[in-house]
Structures are given as structure tokens and as C-alpha cells.
């Protein structure tokens, strides 16, 4: 009779499960995804099957597998598993946890496995509990973050542990997870009459954007939906089309912290974008950031930066659109300069890029920085008052005295090329013509005396 009341427990716990929980994968051969970190012979697989795990620290977006990979690391290793939520637990709940699996340790040698879920959530000295434990090996801890750990997470916690960072589940591993959920007779809808069409999966696995939660919780909803419609045991196959999954499943907001690691990935990509001169990504990042709420002031000074930064003088145009478009922006503001900021975006990128003269006053930065400094040349000196002659700050040549508007004379006293354009653009021109005269300039060089004339009656 026991057990009977037992299998009865067991059914009804399993049939408020939702499906995501009901389909979780049971060992590391039904994990989908995460091949990166998990195929064959790579790392985390490798520290699993050695069963050698100390800390890890699992970073990415939510329905990656993250939660799913510490039970099976539990179970994989004959590890007691203790689940906590960090947003919800503080020290005393930690403390209790530990003090369980160092009795658990001595009387057995069993480990446990503490997945901290929203690990950074918990403050420095919440996270600092943890250290001893983690160094002697009393608990493996699995912390999981959507926040970039490296931001999220004190820097010695970090320091002892494996990071492993988590990518959203590509089309064809959602599909393959909605397809086991389809034809699992105990844990998914193996014994019910079904027919999905290949729009409807297509859809989900569009919609949820890599989110194998969402993707199973459409299925769930598409599927008890349309058995409320006609029964809970119908006589003939329901029918799943691409209108019933839309019904399903809405789409996904953007996950967007405009102080946190989306705002520097999402920013990064549009700057890349523009660089690598992709308009339609341009465009797309801008909009995403936009969407997101991203203060449009911040995406035109970074592009008025950039017009500077990456197109130079191959387009000296660029730098005055972007700061035409960065007083629009702030005059008119959202939704209106988003077009503004489209326009900006798409000539930037469309522009020819050089990054001759950011370059050049890096370098020079770096020599004035290690005090490789130069005197100014004598000629150069301020001439204007009584003693300048007596000080020999004499021998200047007025440029606009000879027919090309150009003489060669030394402005800098050592023999230094900082800014070198490239033949890009209207840069392509600059080039040209500095040749020229740094040619004509080095000939000058090589037969002028040490000493500067005295050229009094010059200006």
C-alpha cells in the first residue's frame, strides 16, 4: 500500500510539473546545446566525466540550460544537490547548507553540489561565506548570474572558479527539444493524438529566441489549449498550426540593462558594425538599443566619437554630419531622431574608414607621456617682443612668401612621422601631398647648415 501511495504522489507531482521541468534531460547525452563548453573532449565535459569539479560559474541568458546542467552535474557525480535562489536566502540559510554537507562529507563522503541561483545577487560578504567551503572542497558550487561575472562577482570568488558562459539555443536544438517533447509517452505528449505543422515549430523556435523554457511552455499551452477545445481525450488527432502557435507565445522583451552588460555588448556591436562598414547591422543594433530604451544622446556621441575615431579624413564630412546630428538629437529628441540617428549610422558606415589620425595622436601621447619631449625649434619661438631677436628666435620662413604656399623648414627638430594617411577617401589626397613635401623636406634637411640662418629681415 505504501509503495501504491507513493506512485500516486508521483503522478500528481509529475502532472503539475510544467513540461520544460517534466522534459528536463535526465543525463549529459540528452543535454541539448552548449556544445562549446560540453561536446566531446571539451573542458566542462572533461572536469564532469574526471569528476574533479571545485567552483563553476555559469553565465548567460535564462532557459540555456544552466539550472538542468547542475542537477546532472549532482547526479553525474553521486553528489547531494541543494538548490537556493540568492535574491531570496541570505547568510544563516547559507551557513546551514554548508554545515549539512561537512556532516554529509564526514559520515559518508558525499559532496553536494550548491547551485546558488542569482549569485549576483548576494553582496561581498555574502559571496566571502563561500570561500573556505569552495578552497577545501566541503561543497561544489555552481553559481548561475545572467550578469557578466566578471562586473557581477567579487573578484576572488571568480579567481577560484571555471567560468562557463552559456549562448542562447540555436533554431535546430529548439526544434530538437519540441520534437522529443512530442513523442515522449511518459514525460512530454507521446500518447496524445497530435499533428503540428512544420510553420507552427518553425515559429516557436523563431519566437522564442533560443529560450528552450519558452519554446516547451508554447508547446504546453498550444497542446492543453486545443484538448480543452475538443476534450481531454480526443477521438482524433489535434491539429497545431502556425496561427495556434502564434497564439502560444508573445514575443520575448528585450532584456536590456542600460547600465549592465547588454548596454557595453550592444553599444561594442553598433561600433563594430559601422567600423566594419555593415550598414544593415548598423541599423539593426541601433534600433535593438533604441527599442530597449537606450538614451539616443549616448548612440550619437558614440558615433560622433567614431567619425573621428574610424573615419578620420577619409570623409572629413563624417565628423560634421555627426555633430549636426547630435544637436538634432537633443533638440527634437524620440521617436523623431531615431531617423537621424539612422541616416548617421548608415553614412558612418558607408563612409571610408581610416584611423590615420587617431594614430598619430596616440603616439604622440605616448611620447609626450615618456617625457621624450623636444624643445621648440628656435625659429619657432615667439618673436614678438623686444628680446626675442636677442635670444635667436630668428630665421622663420613665412610660408604664404613662396609661390606653393610652402617652404621647407623643420617644426618639429627630430626627424618624427606620426600621422601617415592612408590613400582612402579625401585622405588619399592629404597623402599625395605630404609626400611631397616631406620629400622636399628631407632634402632640405640634408643640405641645410646645423644652424639656422640669420634671417632678421624675414618675418
Not at 93 to 110: H, P, W
Not at 304 to 321: H, M, Q, R, V
Not at 367 to 372: C, E, I, Y
Request: charged share 20%; hydrophobic share 40%; net charge neutral.
Amino acid at each position: 500500500m505504501a509503495d501504491l501511495f507513493a506512485q500516486h504522489r508521483e503522478l500528481r507531482r509529475r502532472a503539475a510539473q510544467p513540461l520544460a521541468a517534466r522534459m528536463r534531460p535526465r543525463n549529459l547525452d540528452e543535454f541539448v546545446g552548449q556544445t562549446h563548453i560540453l561536446g566531446p573532449g571539451k573542458l566542462l565535459r572533461r572536469m564532469i566525466e574526471a569528476d574533479r569539479l571545485t567552483s563553476l560559474i555559469f553565465y548567460g541568458p535564462p532557459g540555456t540550460g544552466k539550472t538542468t546542467l547542475a542537477h546532472l552535474i549532482a547526479a553525474r557525480t553521486h553528489a547531494q544537490f541543494c538548490e537556493l535562489n540568492a535574491a531570496s536566502v541570505g547568510v544563516k540559510e547559507v551557513r546551514e547548507v554548508i554545515t549539512s554537507a561537512k556532516t554529509m562529507l564526514e559520515s559518508t563522503g558525499q559532496r553536494t553540489v550548491l547551485f546558488l541561483d542569482e549569485i549576483h545577487r548576494f553582496n561581498r560578504a555574502q559571496q566571502d561565506i563561500l570561500l573556505p567551503d569552495v578552497e577545501q572542497g566541503v561543497i561544489i558550487l555552481v553559481g548561475a548570474t545572467t550578469e557578466n561575472p566578471f562586473f557581477a562577482v567579487n573578484a576572488p570568488l571568480v579567481s577560484r572558479s571555471q567560468i562557463f558562459q552559456f549562448e542562447t539555443l540555436a533554431p535546430a536544438d529548439i526544434l530538437a527539444l519540441l520534437d522529443r517533447a512530442l513523442n515522449d509517452p511518459q514525460r512530454g505528449f507521446g500518447g496524445v493524438p497530435i499533428t503540428v505543422t512544420l510553420d507552427a515549430l518553425a515559429h516557436w523556435a523563431d519566437m522564442c529566441d533560443g529560450d528552450a523554457r519558452r519554446a516547451l511552455m508554447a508547446l504546453e499551452i498550444a497542446v492543453l489549449s486545443q484538448m480543452a477545445a475538443v476534450g481531454d481525450t480526443p477521438a482524433t488527432s489535434i491539429t497545431i498550426d502556425r496561427a495556434v502557435a502564434s497564439d502560444s507565445i508573445q514575443r520575448k522583451a528585450v532584456v536590456y540593462d542600460a547600465t549592465g552588460d547588454q548596454h557595453y555588448d550592444a553599444a561594442s556591436a553598433l561600433i563594430k558594425s559601422v567600423r566594419g562598414s555593415d550598414p544593415d547591422a548598423a541599423v539593426y543594433w541601433l534600433a535593438y538599443m533604441l527599442e530597449a530604451g537606450e538614451d539616443p544622446r549616448f548612440l550619437a556621441r558614440r558615433l560622433a566619437i567614431l567619425a573621428s575615431e574610424d573615419i578620420g579624413n577619409a570623409d572629413p564630412t563624417a565628423l560634421i554630419l555627426a555633430a549636426a546630428a547630435l544637436q538634432v538629437v537633443q533638440f527634437i529628441g524620440l521617436p523623431e531622431c531615431q531617423l537621424t540617428l539612422s541616416q548617421l549610422a548608415t553614412y558612418l558606415a558607408c563612409s571610408p574608414k581610416s584611423n590615420a589620425a587617431t594614430l598619430a595622436i596616440g603616439e604622440a601621447t605616448a611620447d609626450v607621456k615618456a617625457q621624450r619631449t623636444v624643445p621648440v625649434p628656435r625659429h619657432l619661438r615667439d618673436g614678438h617682443y623686444p628680446g626675442a631677436i636677442k635670444l635667436g628666435h630668428t630665421g622663420y620662413l613665412y610660408p604664404h612668401d613662396y609661390p606653393e604656399g610652402y617652404v621647407p623648414q623643420t617644426y618639429l627638430g627630430v626627424d618624427k612621422e606620426y600621422y601617415r594617411p592612408t590613400p582612402r577617401g579625401r585622405e588619399g589626397a592629404f597623402k599625395d601631398y605630404l609626400d611631397k613635401l616631406r620629400q622636399a623636406r628631407a632634402a632640405q634637411a640634408a643640405t641645410a647648415p646645423k644652424e639656422p640662418p640669420d634671417a632678421t629681415a624675414q618675418k
